[in-house]
């Protein structure tokens, strides 16, 4: 399968098996099975998973190949049976293979939704969405009652990415709830298809097939309404492009792009799929990963009070007796951004990052990569590899207080967004979110764990899929900050 000059330390000890090659050493959460595989066999693994040569790389230096030195060669998406069935044939950014059709599609998700400029735009969205929700968790507290703080942080990210990309929320309708948690559900399960596919009659076995169709339905059903109400907001805008409507909204900036003919690549060819995919991607590579980012760090925060002590002392201290943290204020505070860096070392939401795909032979440390290798990062193992983090297993984020290594995609040794030209674009959106959601809920209040949910809030095990979350929701109690309302009452 691959051709090995320095094979020393390769596991080629364990004959793949027949059929799944080495699918069965994978286990329910495969970025610590093949984290534990990496420990023993070293950095680089050359595994086959069931018919698909696989690369796996679990160090700084190998990614900084894979993903700055080789980084073109890498620069492809494998074809995967779930995103083509779910996202029109993957023509969205996350899942089309490398080119030009990608290089444009890409280009219009930063320009028109991405950039810090856009995320700039949208701070209002961010400011009224977080006023919303502190209220619904003040009027938690003032009852004594609990907050699930996971499902709200999921609402939460949910509709500003909806009011940002669509225009105006729809959490408040469970057909669409539903469909959005089985559409990430879905992209995060996976397909035998992909791997033997002899054996795809397997999916379609146990269910998996006829759920796939049912969601695409769904989710294309939602976005055929979502196109039409726009169509008719710009009818009886009597189509002006100014006003501010396109301005803040993705799907008006897709339909002026498409109206006006601006694009490099023609949307008008592939009809309506470049768009409605572009308007999915939203959905598949954005909402599940911030929230589930929040998630784990006030997860950390609690597990570690002297963390959320140090925390809060300076979010308040740099606040005062403002009821909101604002984003000038949060440019100031460099313990929290330690907190958020150190949680997504640790918990990185997307473990082994987007699979990439070999777009010709290349070697990688003495050892021949075929063109069609797919390559994993495992960037979970990397972010606690004892030889680069003193401390690995601990949160501490102190690590990070002057110090320049950074999640942007020039350290190899932190990667919870990838590198190079496929790593996410969808940085400055995230960290925008992030910071203003943790400033403000570490501002407004106190967090207890009310002794009936300990045991899983403090339990840190992780969800399978694609996306790594907390298996157990984050329920607490908050108790409003004395602080700010004695400054306002007085
Ligand atoms: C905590 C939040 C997030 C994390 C951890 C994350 C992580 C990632 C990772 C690991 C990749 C693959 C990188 C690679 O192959 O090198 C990726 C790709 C991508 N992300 Fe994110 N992401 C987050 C939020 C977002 C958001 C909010 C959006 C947009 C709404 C977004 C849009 C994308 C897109 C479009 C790609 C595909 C890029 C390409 O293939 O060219 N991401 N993300």
Known sequence: LINRRNATNLPWSRTPLPVIGHLHLLGSLPHRSLASLAKKHGPLLLLRLGGVPTAVVSSAEVAEKVMKTHDLTFASRPALSMADR??????????????EYWRQTRRISIVHFLSAKRVQD????????????????????????PVNLSKRLATLTNDITCRVALGRKYSGEKQFREMLKEFTTLLGTFSMADYVPCLGWVDELRGLNSRVRKNFKEFDGFIERVLQEHAKDRATDSGSCSEVKDC???????????????????????????????????FAAGTDSVFTAIEWTMAELIKNPSSMRK???????????????????IDKMEYLKAIIKESLRLHPPLPLLVPR???RHTELQGCVIPKGTRVFVNAWAIARCPKDWDRAEEFWPERFLNCSVD?????????????????????????AILEYVLANLLHSFDWEVPEEEKAGVLDMSETDGITARKKYDLVLRAKPNLGILHAQSG
């Open 357 to 359: 795909e070999a777009m």
């Open 122 to 145: 949208f701070r209002q969205v961010r400011e009224e969405e977080v006023a919303l929700f502190l209220a619904e968790v003040r009027t938690a507290a003032t009852a004594f009652s």
């Open 407 to 431: 999640f942007k995609g020039h350290d190899f040794k932190f990667v919870p967004f990838g590198a190079g030209r496929r790593g996410c674009p969808g940085v400055s959106f995230t960290t």
């Open 248 to 282: 803040l909204d993705f799907v008006d900036a897709l339909l002026s792009l498409r109206n006006r003919g601006d694009a490099v690549i023609d949307l008008t060819v592939r009809g309506w799929e470049t768009i409605k995919a572009l308007i999915m991607d939203v």
């Open 86 to 99: 779910l996202v029109y044939g993957s023509c969205d950014v996350s899942f089309h293979g490398y080119g």
């Open 311 to 329: 925390a809060q002392e300076e979010v308040r201290r740099i606040v005062g007796s403002h009821s909101t943290a604002s984003e000038e204020d």
